[in-house]
């Protein structure tokens, strides 16, 4: 399914193939990146859990929510290149939601069963930051906590799965009836049945990086998108009822955007929450487009950001693009 992505991305340019297979062989060869310590567990619900990434003790407590689909170590990738870190130096106290390993529940199951009672265990008002999906899921939890949750900021967050346009959503329909009978055989998603939804989106893309690196010189450069590539194509399984969730709920029928989608028999209406929300759009994003945002018809305010759907969390203007201006926003 790889190959089939850069070949048609390619086309008849064997010039441009040739690079992009070097560029797969070196990083096939490249050792792979030394992992993040593990940062320790605060409280635990199932195999969810909050972790807690340091910062003032005292400060407003900031629960950080990840995708469900990839680890959330891009959040704290590497020394100097965290955000968790630099919200910490901020002097939040925060805490990062580990989804931990695969479960048998859909969205609505991690959301109320999970994320809800892990944020009200806290016993006080928190803030909330969602990335991606994981924003998703932080406005349903935020519509279901009500004032427990003081500010709300998303970040290259779908909601309006609308907004992702009728090809792209074909494309993505094509690509679930291919892997729900191998994942219905596996009883779960795994990773590698899970990225050519991404590939789908955005084939050039794929193709541009791997021609891009085999160019690069060694060094940090070179390390770093080992690192990030090393995070892209690592996670957990997703159970069935999750990526049923995400396929048909959320992409083919869109109930988050419709008004339609239901948490524990509770509809969840983005329009009703009460809290500040602040929806950050990277500008050169091929995974979540603008259109999709909650703030394109919901109650946010919107941040639109010069960087790509990952370079607006790790790449190098990242601290002056999002890390301080979300840093602020929180405190305000």
């Given amino acids: 399914m790889f190959l089939a992505t850069i070949a048609r991305a390619c086309g008849d340019d064997r010039v441009r193939l040739a690079a992009v297979l070097a560029g797969v062989r070196r990083y096939q060869a490249a050792a792979p990146a030394a992992p993040r310590p593990e940062r320790p567990i605060i409280a635990r619900i199932g195999n969810a859990s909050l972790r807690d990434h340091g910062g003032d003790i005292d400060g407003p407590i900031l629960i950080m929510v990840p995708s469900l689909i990839n680890p959330p170590s891009v959040l704290d990738l590497a020394p100097g290149n965290s955000l968790l870190d630099a919200l910490a130096a901020a002097g939040f106290k925060v805490l990062l939601v580990d989804w931990g390993a695969t479960e048998t529940h859909g969205l609505s199951g991690a959301i109320s069963d999970r994320l809800v009672p892990l944020v009200a265990g806290l016993g006080r008002p928190v803030l909330m930051a969602g990335y991606c999906l994981g924003g998703t899921l932080a406005v349903a939890a935020a519509a279901l906590l009500g004032d427990r949750i003081s500010r709300l900021a998303l970040l290259a967050t779908p909601w309006h799965f609308g907004g992702?346009?009728?090809?792209?959503?074909?494309?993505?329909?094509?690509?679930?009836?291919?892997?729900?009978?191998?994942?219905?055989?596996?009883?779960?998603?795994?990773?590698?049945?899970?990225?050519?939804?991404?590939?789908?989106?955005?084939?050039?893309?794929?193709a541009d990086k791997y021609q891009a690196f085999a160019a690069l010189p060694e060094g940090e450069a070179a390390s770093a998108f080992v690192r990030l590539e090393d995070w892209s194509n690592s996670g957990e399984p997703l159970s069935l009822a999750a990526i049923t969730d995400i396929a048909l709920t959320l992409f083919a029928g869109?109930?988050?955007?419709?008004?339609?989608?239901?948490?524990?028999?509770?509809?969840?209406?983005?329009?009703?929450?009460?809290?500040?929300?602040?929806?950050?759009?990277?500008?050169?994003?091929?995974?979540?487009?603008?259109?999709?945002?909650?703030?394109?018809?919901?109650?946010?305010?919107?941040?639109?950001?010069?960087?790509?759907?990952?370079?607006?969390?790790?790449?190098r203007r990242a601290p002056d693009l999002l890390?301080?201006?979300?840093?602020?926003w929180l405190r305000a």
């Fill in 254 to 315: 869109d109930a988050s955007g419709r008004g339609s989608w239901q948490i524990a028999g509770q509809r969840i209406d983005a329009a009703a929450l009460t809290c500040p929300v602040l929806d950050v759009i990277a500008s050169r994003d091929r995974i979540v487009p603008a259109a999709s945002a909650l703030s394109m018809t919901g109650p946010a305010t919107a941040l639109q950001v010069d960087a790509g759907h990952v370079g607006m969390i790790i790449g």
């Fill in 164 to 206: 992702y346009g009728d090809p792209a959503r074909a494309g993505l329909a094509q690509w679930w009836q291919n892997s729900a009978p191998m994942a219905e055989r596996l009883g779960a998603m795994p990773i590698d049945l899970l990225q050519p939804a991404f590939w789908s989106l955005d084939g050039a893309g794929l």
């Fill in 323 to 328: 890390w301080a201006p979300l840093g602020a």
